[in-house]
C-alpha cells in the first residue's frame, strides 16, 4: 500500500493550495483519512480528519479555512488550503487507516502515512 501526495508548493500569504493524496495497493476498505503537518523545528500535529461517513474534525487553528474531502471511488483525499498564513508552512502528511486481509482471514486495520508534501507561504 501507498499513499501517494501532490499539490505542495510556494504560495503567497491569502492564497489557496489544494493537496491530494491518492492511496493505492491491495486492501478491503478505508476507514479515516487525514491530514497532518510539521512545521519546522516543531512536532507534527494533525490539522483534518474524515471519516468513511464523512465527518470531518479540523484543528481550530485551520477552522473556516481549510476543507478535508474525499472520493471513496478514487481512494483518495483532498484538502483545501484557502487564506494561507505564514504559520501554515509545513511539511504536510496524508494519513490513512486501512482494513487489509490477514492470512488468518481476518480483518486487521493499519495505519499509514504519505512521505510528505512541502507548503511553503510567504509574507
Known amino acids: 500500500v501507498h499513499l501517494v501526495e501532490s499539490g505542495g508548493g510556494l504560495v503567497q500569504a491569502g492564497g489557496s493550495l489544494t493537496l491530494s493524496c491518492a492511496i493505492s495497493?491491495?486492501?478491503?476498505?478505508?476507514?479515516?483519512m487525514g491530514w497532518y503537518r510539521q512545521p519546522p523545528g516543531k512536532q507534527r500535529e494533525p490539522v483534518a480528519n474524515i471519516t468513511s461517513g464523512g465527518s470531518t474534525n479540523y484543528a481550530d487553528s485551520v477552522t473556516g479555512r481549510f476543507t478535508i474531502s474525499r472520493d471513496n471511488a478514487k481512494n483518495t483525499v483532498y484538502l483545501r488550503m484557502n487564506a494561507l498564513k505564514p504559520e501554515d508552512t509545513a511539511v504536510y502528511y496524508c494519513n490513512a487507516h486501512l482494513n487489509e486481509w490477514t492470512l488468518y482471514r481476518t480483518l486487521q486495520s493499519r495505519n499509514y502515512w504519505g512521505q510528505g508534501t512541502q507548503v511553503t507561504v510567504t509574507s
Open positions: 495497493g491491495t486492501f478491503f476498505s478505508v476507514d479515516s
